[in-house]
């Protein structure tokens, strides 16, 4: 059966079509919904008291808003928001400041994972924690991803140690240097490129977790 088309679709019992109205689902409050006797798998309607809409799955009610997943309690930050870089750089496109807390015993470490893209043909990617530098020189184009492991060794000594997957490749490096743990530390992620690319090389998101 077709609404507002002579040629509804052979799969489709129903086929509406329109470019000027929608299609109204059946509305009811959240009692009313609930009080649906024997309620068909698949039934379809709109709760009027949450704004949502909710199908029956042949066992339960199920919502079909997203659920945002709550972060477990050993993440620190989070970003996911994008940014790129314009000029040759060095340019900081992600930052936090770590607490002190963060890492409070000797042996505790931070996982820090990045990622985004680059298009220009030699670039470097920097991670920068209170003014130490693990600096990433990347020759490659494509997707990159980093993974990195920030090691408390004393209260006055820090070890770091990571890779950056592009293109198939991976490069790798480590520091060593001394930072105060009582301290707050300052995180970056910098950036640089030749030749300047709009947006040549990007940060599309970075986590940082903890585990001691």
Not at 135 to 154: C, D, H, K, M, V
């Amino acid at each position: 059966m077709g609404v507002g088309t002579v040629t509804p679709h052979a799969s489709a019992k129903l086929d509406v079509e329109s470019t000027e109205q929608g299609f109204l689902c059946p509305r009811m409050t959240s009692i009313q919904r609930e009080s649906i006797i024997d309620p068909a798998e698949g039934l379809l309607v709109f709760d009027t008291n949450d704004s949502v809409f909710w199908f029956y799955s042949g066992v339960e009610w199920k919502s079909l808003e997203a659920e945002v997943p709550s972060f477990p309690a050993d993440f620190v930050f989070s970003n996911l928001s994008q940014s790129g870089l314009a000029n040759s750089g060095p340019t900081v496109l992600g930052s936090n400041i770590i607490s002190a807390s963060a890492t409070d015993t000797n042996g505790g470490w931070l996982q820090i994972h990045a990622f985004g893209n680059v298009s220009s043909d030699s670039s470097s990617i920097t991670f920068r924690f209170s003014g130490n530098d693990l600096i990433f020189p990347i020759q490659t184009q494509g997707n990159w991803e980093a993974n990195l492991r920030i090691y408390r060794e004393s209260a006055l000594s820090m070890k770091a140690v990571g890779s950056i997957t592009i293109g198939g490749s991976i490069i790798t490096n480590q520091l060593v240097s001394a930072h105060n743990f009582d301290s707050d530390m300052l995180f970056q992620i910098l950036f640089t490129q030749e030749p300047v690319i709009l947006n040549g090389i990007s940060l599309e998101g970075f986590s940082i977790s903890r585990s001691n």
